[in-house]
């Protein structure tokens, strides 16, 4: 594990802004910084974000604790204002994911970028898609295989089915801050490495995806005490790395990108297909065509885009 102390990441060189995120006041930030144990520097992506504010630190906002003001406009009885507080150790301001060394695959996927929408049917997968996804080398989910044998984050993970075909961990995401329940975002991993995608999902599956519902809501309920009820689980498409995952939020943190239609899947969505789907042959998922947003960045753009004029769709 990499130590970016303070130190360090006085370090970066900045060179240039991939992105901005105005609804979850994000910069993400290209620069360099030094590879371990050495002066060389490599590409590092920043991305910083402002913290959440936390019900446990409403005495210390409170107006009384405010050390400037600047109005910004008003009307009638509604006025905005600019408000700097005092400092505090306990209330940190950014929360800070570092990408260290990064590729240009990785620079392209935090980069600004059009989105189109695209229509996988299950021809275009089996021809442009699944040879993609069969093309990422090992090394593209390392850092998946480091969390799954235990080598990295043991100490996050909140529930574990060691089975190899039908078990998983459930972890917090590193998107979560781990403070504000608010904004409560865990992941749960699947150990069998020949799930990529939903495509892969089969009615043999049933059984760790109702589980990975099941106990993603006794585990939050008893560690953070939301009710049934409180988390929305969703698998997306095309995911952010080949390796089969699902999502679980809050239900009430609202305005995340990755939820967005064309590209979030509810999990029970997905089991109630799988469980309409026939015992053999094909499931509806493999069966049925995937209408999705797809980033120019990305690497099934440009091939995707291009089938579409295969299909009578507009």
Not at 21 to 27: E, Q, R, Y
Not at 106 to 130: F, M, N
Not at 249 to 274: E, F, K, R, T
Request: overall charge negative; aromatic content about 10%.
């Amino acid at each position: 594990m990499s130590d970016y102390s303070l130190e360090r990441l006085k370090q970066f060189q900045f060179v240039r802004v991939l992105n901005e995120d105005p609804v979850t006041h994000a910069l993400t930030l290209l620069g360099t910084l030094p590879l371990q144990a050495s002066t060389e520097h490599a590409h590092a992506i920043l991305r910083i974000e402002k913290t959440a504010l936390s019900v446990d630190s409403a005495e210390l906002i409170v107006p009384q604790y405010l050390e400037n003001t600047k109005r910004i406009e008003g009307t009638d009885i509604y006025t905005w204002l600019f408000g700097w507080f005092a400092k505090s150790a306990d209330s940190p301001d950014v929360k800070i994911n570092i990408v260290h060394p990064a590729t240009e695959v990785h620079i392209r996927k935090y980069s600004k970028q059009e989105v189109t929408i695209v229509h996988e049917t299950p021809a275009l997968y089996e021809r442009i898609v699944k040879p993609y996804i069969t093309a990422f080398p090992p090394s593209r989910t390392q850092w998946v295989e480091n969390i799954l044998n235990g080598t990295s984050e043991a100490e996050k993970i909140v529930f574990r089915d060691p089975s190899p075909e039908s078990g998983y961990l459930i972890l917090p995401d590193m998107k979560w801050d781990l403070t504000t329940l608010s904004s409560l975002y865990l992941v749960a991993i699947a150990f069998n490495r020949n799930i990529r995608s939903l495509r892969d999902l089969t009615k043999a599956h049933l059984g760790m995806l109702r589980s990975i519902r099941r106990e993603a809501a006794r585990v939050v309920h008893e560690k953070w005490g939301l009710a049934p009820g409180s988390l929305r689980m969703f698998i997306h498409y095309q995911p952010s790395y080949y390796h089969f995952h699902v999502h679980i939020v809050n239900a009430n943190y609202q305005g995340l990108p990755g939820m967005s239609a064309g590209q979030a899947h509810l999990l029970d969505d997905i089991i109630s297909l799988l469980e309409c789907s026939p015992d053999d042959g094909p499931t509806i998922l493999q069966k049925m065509t995937l209408t999705y947003a797809l980033g120019e960045q990305h690497g099934l753009y440009e091939p995707l885009k291009a089938a579409q004029q295969e299909l009578d769709y507009y």
